[in-house]
Nanobody
Framework: QVQLVESGGGLVQPGGSLRLSCAAS????????IGWFRQVPGKEREGVSC????????YYTDSVKGRFTISRDNASDTVYLQMNSLTPEDPAVYFC?????????????????????WGQGTQVTVSS
């Protein structure tokens, strides 16, 4: 079965950390850029970060720069999102998705419509 599976979400206190994983099943991520997105009820899905396929270039939306780190392990077809210094503005359902062409050099590469295969999401909650 071809799917993307996110994991690692949960409840964390403000200032805490979580590491999200996005694992591919039934296909390889070697040739895809991977984006992380998040969505809260009543709001549009927001691009958080992406990592390109060919050179590992990364891009982050301004609100997470310096706090989140995206990385990939092609050997295990897994992409990670390390989230540090979490704030009450970070809670959402976090999704990963694939795109064959994103270069991950600017905000254009975090447009939702560019990504064509999505996981089911993992919930992140930040609360004391």
């Amino acid at each position: 079965q071809v799917q993307l599976v996110e994991s690692g979400g949960g409840l964390v206190q403000p200032g805490g950390s979580l590491r999200l994983s996005c694992a591919a099943s039934g296909f390889t991520l070697d040739y895809d850029a991977i984006g992380w997105f998040r969505q809260v009820p009543g709001k549009e899905r927001e691009g958080v970060s992406c990592i390109s396929s060919h050179d590992g270039n990364t891009y982050y939306t301004d609100s997470v720069k310096g706090r989140f780190t995206i990385s990939r392990d092609n050997a295990s077809d897994t992409v990670y999102l390390q989230m540090n210094s979490l704030t009450p503005e970070d809670p959402a359902v976090y999704f990963c998705a694939t795109d064959t062409a994103a270069l991950c050099k600017d905000s254009y590469d975090l447009q939702v419509y560019l990504y064509d295969f999505w996981g089911q999401g993992t919930q992140v909650t930040v609360s004391s």
